[in-house]
């Protein structure tokens, strides 16, 4: 930790700051220079606001060398997590995790129909909603537990794993004992009482990041559900909030490549939530691959214009087949299988 | 409702487009142009999702006409909302709503001499935390209950409605029990089972925007409030992200006025989540009430240096209290009273 | 265009507008709703302010229906365009143009060095800086007409064509002289007058983004370079400015499928400038390809610590050549040469 | 500057890193932690890249600690400028600088019928667009020379000095014969020939803040006319952009204290351009004053429904004078004269 003291600060006000920092355990190092003075902490203390030094007089600014996450930074770990998610699929690997399936789930019969058409593509996790974060009151919120039993038949009957969002501290055990993965939605990233709960259940999270949420924010948000014991995050990029109105959300494909940098946990993308439109959803699955994610997690409903629910960015499964077909290509370029 | 249909969209496009809107019950009212047709539909369907038809062939976009809230809007309600939060304090009126107090109640010591403090000065709400998001799990999270506790015998000794923060379905009950009003915080803006709890209990509620949240979105959870019966809503601007860094976040001092050209809710702002920073909340408070808020909402800490959270941006009641003899004038200026 | 009127608007206020619309050689189309009307208005009037209808009493908003670009357009042309950029290079075909070399040109011998690298790497235009845009005055601006030499020389020397930025209209026609290719910067995207001169001189043109521009400002952008009569316009997406901060700026991998949908344009990906460190162009390169981009602009320096500008982006040879390698793979999955 | 080594950088890289500072003429001071080694650099080397440093082995990033500009700091100059535009008007003193006037001249009547009223309300500058940047090629854009001869007539009847916006280098000096303040617009603010050329000229010149410049890349853009010698700037705040569409742009009224807390130069806000409708300007330009504004740049038109640009911003001239004599109240309550 580096303290910068204002223009003229005087010597007793960096004195003042040295013996603080000395109380706390740090040793310092003040460094003069001919209009400012330095000061250099040693010392790990992340957990320890750093407001009354901020605050003292003469102090200009701190600024921090530690990241603020531990157990989901590259410092602690240096290889790539993989995250077992059950009936023989692991994401992380060499072969690519697609999450497949439509928005919500709206009936047995629709959900096993397009389970099997998403099996029969290259899918290998099933995805739906059971609970839906919807904007209005008045919009269809989701089966519900209904919900879950309906997709846990489906991936018993399939031999796939099954991941669906829960949105209540109230639930995730509920969720928890139907579903292979959890998943956090992008409006719950910073819900740290659900982060908490869901990191007490011990099955593998699926973390989208939130809408206007930094890298850093979600590898905190990952530093929650992992400081209850839970190990297996993946997390997912799903499109962040920026002034451009021709795509819902922009697809920060950076973020790949980004979290690689600095986390071990593994990465997916989802091209539905970011495009809002099924037109450009292929594009920005090429994208992701291409760019070096650990699979995709995509819409796919046969009736898009009957959903319940995001019908205008869900592929209809001719159209995912045809995409699974071309990403083989690029997965191969990258060293991976589909 | 107004369809666009694609440029050279075919009669048969046309009229499957207009048989569907019929069989919702809408009346159409086709338009043709050289190169385009648009297609008026007249009813009130705000609660259907108009999926089925933006995917139909030949169809390029839906432009809505009515907006997606009721019970929040200035349609259903000319006059502006007040709204009664007991102690005699009226928020939406003449009299400036002033909530003032810590960021997190640290002791009951601490926050009665700091609730003397900001009542001295002319504050007329206490606020405090006693559940605290924090995007750390390794900070301060609060006192909890007891921290409630402590709120509730200050805000009965001083004869102060009080205020405080929900974060989780489970405390909704909790919270109620000894808050006169619950705060939904920016980042559980769209954590809508928390809405829908809190909108049952029955006590008024302060609606932080969310940090990224569009006028329109947060009108919406306002409506899942609300839509659960309880029509005391209290909105507050605290800042919205944006890629300016200067400050925490950046104050939409414009969320005033638009607001108050959308709906009868009445509305505050928050300029010490906004600025991150005391040294620019006095400038921002003024802002506020220049554009003609209904109140403010200011972090006062009497040892901003060991606040246990967010003392960077707390005020010393001190400056607090020459902020509220400032204020006097601007209030004036703007015909409210402080 | 489509009249939103308000609630209630009356009788006379709506027949005003009509009238209106009338003299300005619309035919209008009143559609009365229970609580509101709306006139459909039919004409092409793009150039025409409607501030005079906009302001009236009783409207509400207007909607347009028509896009605000003509000649950019795919209404106006259905095929991809592509641009000659001499020396038998076409951008927009089947076969990527890569575009690369040093930030800045800083002698002579260097480019020269770099040049012959990238092009036996699979380079097929060369790119460099002669007038620099710095954010600070103290910064190296470029050698300037030097600059221009120099890379002409290298072109001409490896009969590559040459890509080069224009900052001032005074300089138009000097760097017309030298350069294949005239690059518009993104900090000069909505430089009206530049483009307009850019667009006298008959050559193709690089127009990037600008760092908060919308698809469609840029897109009027090239419109404004076209209705100068050169339709050779070559878009490149560099990056957009978010809140995000762990890279210089947000790469919208999503605008090369959304331009695709909405102009005849080709466009590039600039994943040096959209990241601002060379770790992650690798990534962002990959992914631009496999969304369908026309190709890249890559900054290549033979020795980025001593860089005059940008160091810290470019790519040594050796990596690029690495890079270009593996773009192979991920340019034939998506039907590309390289 | 501080250096931060990676985590485990070897004792080599740390003394070449040492030894290329030491070249460099700084004084280095190296503080090793436990995991990580930090080296002090003191020096102000504002000019020079650090990019040599920053890609040496083993470095992981460069922390600055001067601020990057020089003469528009207060580091330079504690006590606030003011601006001198001529017949008795000074910028940044107690007097608020009320900057009025249509937004395009359309015609000598108008502009001077216009005038007139605005000087009646108080308005102490004239302004008006001779030359006009506009999204649409097919816009009109200005009367150029006519509209500024037409603006002095105006300003020399009147007593009143003139602030006009120039676009391109080449008109810098016909600009500069006819006006008082010369306005660099948003989309020029990184028009880095042009901030020079508009320093050599003599002028006072308005700065607007670009659509989406950081206050530090603003306070960069103004330096650059400083750096001509020309030191009268005058910072305008009119409106970022960000995700928020209720408004066009989001005023930043916070750009008020930050900029007064870094630089010595004046700062108005200008609510026409950051709100694009009329309604919200009163509420802006009061949360301006409040917030510490030393003036204000309004748009007002007799007839906004004719104006030939920006009509739906244009206050009608008297809803001008109703906000100029609210202002008064607020414009005292700060310490501030109308």
């Known amino acids: ?60 600014n701190i600024v921090p060398i530690m990241r603020p996450y531990k157990l989901a930074s590259k410092e602690l770990k240096q290889e790539r997590s993989t995250v077992d998610v059950g009936h023989g699929v692991i994401v992380g690997g060499d072969k690519l995790a697609v999450f497949a399936g439509p928005c919500a789930i709206e009936s047995e019969e629709q959900f096993i129909k397009v389970a099997k058409l998403v099996k029969e593509s290259g899918a290998n996790i099933l ?24 997709m846990r038949k489906a991936g018993d009957m399939l031999g796939m794993p099954i991941c669906t969002e829960v949105m209540d501290t109230r639930d995730a055990l509920l969720v928890a004992k139907y579903a292979d993965v959890i998943q956090i939605g992008a409006r719950n990233m910073q819900n740290f009482k659900l982060l908490r709960e869901v990191g007490r259940v011990g099955k593998p999270v699926l973390l989208k990041r939130g809408l206007a949420s930094t ?54 993308g989802d091209p539905s939530h970011a495009s809002g439109t099924y037109k450009y959803v292929p594009a920005l699955a090429k994208a992701a691959v291409a760019a070096g994610a650990d699979g995709l997690m995509i819409e796919v409903h046969d009736c898009p214009e009957c959903a319940s629910s995001d019908g205008p960015q869900s592929l209809k499964p001719e159209k995912f087949d045809m995409l699974m077909k071309e990403l083989k290509g690029i997965a191969s370029a990258v060293g991976k299988e589909l």
């Not at 995805?127 to 309906?150: D, H, Q, V």
């Open 127 to 150: 995805r739906g909603g059971a609970f839906k974060p919807r904007t209005s009151p008045y919009a269809f919120g989701g089966l519900e537990e209904e919900g879950l039993r309906i």
């Open 215 to 268: 890298i850093e924010e979600w590898l905190m948000a990952a530093e929650y559900i992992m400081s209850e014991g839970d190990s297996d995050v993946i997390l997912c990029e799903r499109g962040i909030r920026t002034y451009e109105t021709s795509t819902r959300n922009t697809f920060d494909v950076s973020a790949i490549p980004v979290t690689q940098e600095l986390t071990h946990l593994p990465i997916i």
């Open 1 to 60: 930790m580096i303290i910068i003291m204002k223009d003229g600060a005087s010597k007793q006000e960096i004195t003042a700051v040295e013996e603080k920092l000395t109380q706390f355990g740090f040793q310092t190092h003040p460094i003069y220079g001919e209009t400012k003075t330095v000061i250099g902490a040693i010392g790990d203390k992340r957990q320890i606001s750093m407001n009354e030094v901020l605050l003292m007089s003469g102090v200009e």
